[in-house]
């Protein structure tokens, strides 16, 4: 059975840090990606990160505040978030590819998280 689910969302004030944890298990994944969806608006790519390697990439928005990592023993993906700001409240989740080929369109994971909510206060 796979299974995907995010921790570490909260509150946070503007300026401030929070790392995102997802355990992922069941299935040997190719890749993992974190996706946000703020309130009335689309879900969107944050970061990726292929598992066997560690290549990385981030979305304009978050390049240079965020890191995505991952703990291959453990199984598991993080999102360090820097320099937050009140743009970047948004349910946050993880995702997991199981096919080749490192990807920002949420079309393209098969496994998803239930969600974190990050809210980024003023």
């Known amino acids: 059975q796979v299974q995907v689910a995010e921790s570490g969302g909260g509150l946070v004030q503007a300026g401030g840090s929070l790392r995102l944890s997802c355990a992922a298990s069941?299935?040997?994944?190719?890749?993992m990606g974190w996706f946000r969806q703020a309130p009335g608006k689309e879900r969107e790519f944050v970061a990726s990160?292929?598992?066997?390697?560690?290549?990385?990439y981030y979305a304009e928005s978050v390049k240079g505040r965020f890191t995505v990592s991952r703990e291959y023993a453990k199984n598991t993906a993080y999102l360090q978030m820097n320099s937050l700001q009140p743009e970047d409240t948004a349910v946050y989740y993880c995702?997991?590819?199981?096919?080749?080929?490192?990807?920002?369109?949420?079309?393209?994971?098969?496994?998803w998280g239930q969600g974190t909510q990050v809210t980024v206060s003023s």
């Open positions: 995702a997991a590819k199981e096919r080749f080929g490192v990807t920002d369109s949420s079309t393209q994971y098969d496994y």
């Open positions: 069941g299935r040997t994944f190719y890749a």
């Open positions: 990160i292929r598992w066997n390697g560690g290549s990385t």
